[in-house]
């Protein structure tokens, strides 16, 4: 007989960011004392790991350093469907998703007004042989991109 998995030990942890209350210096990315800013929970994500956005607008004045690189595995979403908006305040591009996985994705995010050369809003990057097979497409779910321009694909680019 094999002994049962609980579901939790397949999942990994959940770190939470909130632009307006949140600290990257004190916080610990729990929903009580979460970080500032998705770049630092980005520090501390891992495969398997969930991001989760409080409502409020991500920016370079919020002190998001842009673009926000996702690693393999990793989710990044918005707490509230459309609540959590990632603008890239018509100076660089947003999103740069690096060898997507299985439960790499973006979900519930607005990511507006990114600015680029190709991918202005998102780009995802494959540098792994390992990453191309069809489980490593990244899920983008519930999404919306608005005014990212970029010199051949403004929204996305693969």
């Known amino acids: 007989m094999v002994p049962a998995v609980p579901a939790t030990a397949l999942l990994g942890d959940t ?8 600290s990257d210096a004190t916080g ?19 495969a398997l790991d969930d991001i989760v956005l409080r409502d409020g607008v991500y920016s370079l004045t919020s002190g998001e350093v842009l673009p ?13 469907p459309r ?4 603008d890239g ?8 998703l690096l060898d997507p996985g299985p439960h790499t994705g973006l979900s519930g995010l607005v990511i507006m007004n ?10 995802i990057r494959r540098y792994t042989a390992s990453a191309a ?7 983008i779910l519930d999404c919306w991109f608005y005014r990212c321009t970029g010199a051949t694909a403004g929204g996305a680019s693969m």
């Open 133 to 139: 097979s069809d489980a490593g497409w990244p899920r």
């Open 83 to 86: 609540g959590a908006f990632i």
């Open 89 to 96: 305040e018509d100076e660089v591009p947003l999103f740069d």
């Open 114 to 123: 990114g600015y680029g050369g190709t991918g202005a809003g998102l780009k």
């Open 28 to 46: 610990t990315g729990s929903s009580g004392a979460p970080f500032k800013t998705i770049t630092h929970a980005m520090t501390h994500a891992r």
């Open 68 to 80: 926000i690189a996702v690693g393999p595995g990793v989710t990044v979403r918005a707490e509230h």
């Open 15 to 22: 770190f939470w960011v909130d632009p307006y209350f949140g």
